[in-house]
């Protein structure tokens, strides 16, 4: 198996970039906690799955840790107050989206007393069943916090059932500028380790392990001690290149293990999960308190006081910037998430959400957009591609509108990570020309899926009124039948009286 | 707040990039070309930088008519993107070092216009736009791109001055028998003809030593193989190319070229002699590896490599030609949207048929 992997990682070769970290010096300044801001907004929709279901009035006084949203169907979280306040509105605000369009959100004003509501910590945390433990998860509101924001009991829940055997923490923060995991790693590594265990448990995997990028030796240090006196958990050091968190990869790397590109991590037997996500199963569980902050990154060249802090969900990006020392200079783009992969903001009124691991002030020098020019088909981004995909050819493809082609040299693969477009001499933005592709490939399947149902529609009609018709004439036919049945009777009735008279 | 209603385009990710352009990469390629182009220089003279000179010139010149004939807005950026001058500097290097004026105003005109712009300009040709002048004025014009000359290093008495390099750069004087050489392929394919054989031949002013230091008969990228070398070497070194086209090319030829020396060395070029003769150094570094006319692949660019290397080795062997190489490049060429098409990388989660990798039998499913 060892050999074979190292066969295949030859074969591979060199997939993804090693882009300048940019992590310093946010990386080197301690966790910092955020002042509580005047008013927190609250979006219904911050995770994967459907919109939670407010369960507050406005004018309604809540208590930190309250649920104010309940979460709706089964892939969807809840919401809680992550401060004591008042409800001022339940209405739209500009989400979090680089659309700029308008969301549903919760708003409270903050009253300043954080006062916690009454919680529930599991007396003995590992103690708790599977179930239990999945089930205090999804009433925490737990999500994914590495940016997919999926609900994370459903993820507990489906390793349960699919019976995997290998739970794999992402720690390795691949993303440039970002060093949320990297400080959490290294000031909460014990909390973290205790997660990981009740996942392991939640999940009935045997065994975990914790990839962290080589580049962060201190968060290594420090959960490499913490996790000393459990055997389960093992944690690898794994080459700093990018995109190394994205899950398939990681996979990969962590445990030799390849997804088919048409199944789920749980069908190979592994699930994958933050350590973000870790330490909030561990608050969850062991402290009762549900999700209403998340530790995220400020960076980039205009921003005053780069470092890690931890934030109310619900803080507007204004608020934070204002806290910490407003920024430097101007700012040219403001980016949530990291540089590969996160969306522009349109403005700074917008709310932090449980995905947001970063905000990025970039200043003019950072943000400098190139005109792209003709493809000289290099082959970088091929070399690049960390699916083994032929960026220049989908785009090529693509800008001919032959999104069919696109597909067939494998569109649906690709995970917008941006190596290409990072490496492309050309600056051509490859990876606008795959969002755009897989919008309207959704668009087409959405249409193709109307027209099915139109046309099954079209169809039951034309059934029905045929039915109709049909019943209408066998009515007729029968009442015709009937009518000349009565006249036979009435006349062979009159006959008989005829004969009788 | 002036972050407040920021006016950003709206523009996907990512928001970084490595800093990496067409101008850069241009530009490394005419560094690793710089050594051998100025020993060169030194060795055939006055006429050989003004056809150097001339080349550049008429290709950036019918570049920027193209440009304008067809109503590109940004000739100026597109002009100096340096792939004209590029293709310039190579089709220089390939040509006869004393050839006439003439050569350089129609292989420009040929590479860039026919070879390069009516496919629609960078990116898109499918032959190599130098390669294509190459063959055409070879085929069109045999004498002068066959005359090849000793060199005459600058700091001999027998070497021209810049007004007499000029005149034979004009064509106003006639070039002095005693110059005109023959390249050691062309030579030997001669006397191979006239019934003499390599053992006999290949001796005095063709001997191995010559090949190495480069003072012998040939193009500006023939002479000195090792300062070609020393050019693709730093390609590498700077990731510009990758080993899999030069290695392949290489390969190509000194594999059919061992076994044919081993059988009959009479009549057959050694290794050596073939793979420092030519065009084998310049075209395995800088010609096959151009990277619009060469598969994306690595996978590819060995199969095509190996292509160009083998026909080079059939076509000085067996063909007409002395050398083959551009000949080769060009069939190649033809042949990688063939190759881009069979030979792809697997996809992650797919087998390389592109089905999708079966979900192992132990765990649900």
């Not at chain 1, 209408?472 to 029968?478: L, N, S, T, V």
């Not at chain 2, 060469?294 to 160009?308: A, E, Y």
């Amino acid at each position: 198996m060892g050999f074979m992997n190292l066969f295949k990682t030859i074969l591979r070769g060199e997939w993804g970039v090693h882009p300048a970290d940019h992590k310093r010096p946010a990386a080197d300044q301690s966790l910092r906690k955020l002042p509580l801001p005047p008013r927190l907004h609250l979006m219904l929709s911050q995770h994967v799955g459907a919109a939670a279901r407010p369960t507050v009035l406005v004018g309604q006084r809540v208590k930190k840790g309250e649920l104010i949203a309940a979460a709706q169907g089964n892939i969807s979280a809840p919401l809680h107050a992550p401060t004591s306040g008042i409800i001022s509105a339940v209405g739209e605000i500009t989400a979090p989206h680089s659309s700029g369009l308008p969301a549903m959100a919760i708003s409270i004003d903050v009253d300043g007393e954080d006062a916690w509501c009454e919680l529930s910590p599991a007396a003995e945390p590992f103690a708790l069943s599977p179930a239990e433990i999945a089930e205090r998860v999804a009433a925490a509101g737990v999500v994914g916090l590495g940016g997919a924001t999926f609900p994370s009991s459903v993820k507990l829940n489906l390793g349960r059932r699919s019976g995997i055997d290998l739970l794999l923490i992402n720690g390795s923060e691949c993303e440039p500028y970002l060093s949320c995991d990297d400080r959490l790693m290294r000031e909460r590594a014990a909390d973290i380790v205790s997660g990981i265990r009740l996942m392991l448990i939640a999940t009935g995997a045997q065994e975990a392990r914790v990839g962290i990028e080589d580049n962060k030796p201190e968060a290594i240090a420090a959960m490499r001690e913490a996790s000393a006196r459990y055997g389960e958990v093992t944690v690898v050091p794994v080459p700093a290149r990018y995109p190394m968190g994205s899950d398939r990869q990681l996979i990969v790397e962590l445990s030799g293990r390849e997804v088919p590109s048409d199944a789920r991590a749980a069908d190979v037997g592994v699930i994958v999960h933050n350590v973000g996500t870790a330490y909030a199963v561990h608050e969850a569980i062991c402290l009762g308190r549900p999700m209403v902050s998340r530790i995220l990154t400020l960076n980039g060249g205009a921003a005053g006081m780069p470092g890690n802090y931890q934030v109310p969900l619900g803080t507007l990006v204004s608020d934070l910037i204002a806290f910490t020392g407003g920024v430097k200079g101007q700012v040219a783009k403001i980016v949530m998430g990291g540089p590969m992969m996160g969306s522009v903001l349109p403005h700074t009124r917008v709310p932090v959400v449980k995905g947001t691991s970063g905000i990025l002030l970039l200043d003019a020098r950072e943000a400098a957009a190139m005109e792209p020019e003709n493809c000289i088909r290099c082959g970088s981004c091929v070399k690049a591609c960390p699916m083994g995909l032929l960026p220049l050819e989908m785009s090529a493809r693509i800008r001919n509108d032959d999104l069919d082609g696109a597909v067939d040299i494998g569109l649906t693969d690709c995970i917008a990570c941006g190596c290409c477009a990072y490496v492309c001499p050309s600056h051509i933005p490859l990876v606008q020309y795959f969002y755009h592709a897989k919008g309207d490939l959704s668009a087409r399947q959405r249409n193709q899926l109307r027209g099915e149902s139109t046309k099954k529609l079209a169809q039951a009609r034309q059934e029905r009124l045929e039915r109709e018709a049909r019943e209408k004439a066998e009515a007729a036919a029968r009442r015709k039948a009937e009518r000349a049945a009565a006249q036979a009777t009435a006349a062979t009735g009159a006959v008989k009286q005829g004969e009788t008279v | 707040m002036t972050t407040s209603s920021l006016a950003a385009q709206p523009i996907a990710s990512p928001h970084a990039h490595g800093g990496n352009s067409v101008t850069s990469t241009m530009f490394r390629v005419q560094m690793a070309l710089v050594p051998a182009t100025l020993y060169g220089f030194w060795l055939f003279g006055w006429p050989s930088f003004f056809l150097w000179l001339l080349t550049i010139l008429s290709c950036l010149g019918f570049e920027a008519l193209s440009l304008k004939l067809m109503g590109v807005t940004r000739i100026k950026r597109t002009l100096f993107d340096g792939s004209a001058l590029l293709t310039g500097w190579l089709l220089a290097m390939t040509l006869p070092p004393w050839a006439p004026w003439w050569v350089a105003i129609v292989g420009g005109f040929i590479a860039i216009v026919i070879g390069k712009q009516v496919f629609g300009g960078v990116g898109q040709n499918v032959f190599n736009p130098a390669m294509v002048a190459r063959v055409a004025l070879l085929v069109s014009f045999p004498l002068p791109l066959t005359q090849w000359i000793m060199p005459l290093p600058l700091n001999t008495v027998a070497a021209p001055d810049f007004i007499h390099g000029l005149q034979i750069f004009l064509g106003n004087q006639a070039m002095p028998d005693a110059m005109a050489s023959a390249s050691l392929l062309g030579h030997t394919k001669t006397e191979l003809a006239r019934g003499i054989d390599l053992l006999h031949s290949l001796s005095g002013e063709h001997g191995a030593l010559f090949s190495l230091i480069g003072t012998r008969a040939g193009s500006l990228g023939e002479s000195a193989s090792l300062l070609i070398l020393a050019g693709g070497l730093y390609l590498l070194a700077s990731g510009i190319i990758t080993w899999h086209t030069p290695v392949a090319v290489l390969a190509g030829l000194a594999i059919p070229a061992a076994i044919g020396h081993a059988v009959d060395p009479a009549h057959y070029l050694s290794v050596s002699s073939h793979l420092l003769s030519g065009a084998a150094m310049l075209g395995a570094f800088f010609i096959a590896t151009d990277y619009v006319t060469s598969p994306n692949t690595g996978r590819g660019q060995i199969v095509f490599g190996l292509g160009i290397g083998f026909m080079t080795w059939v076509i000085r062997t067996y063909g007409g030609y002395p050398e083959g190489m551009a000949f080769a490049v060009l069939l190649m060429n033809a042949l990688t949207p063939v190759i881009d098409r069979f030979v792809k990388p697997r996809i992650l989660g797919r087998d390389r048929k592109g089905k999708p990798l079966d979900i192992p039998e132990s765990k649900g499913a």
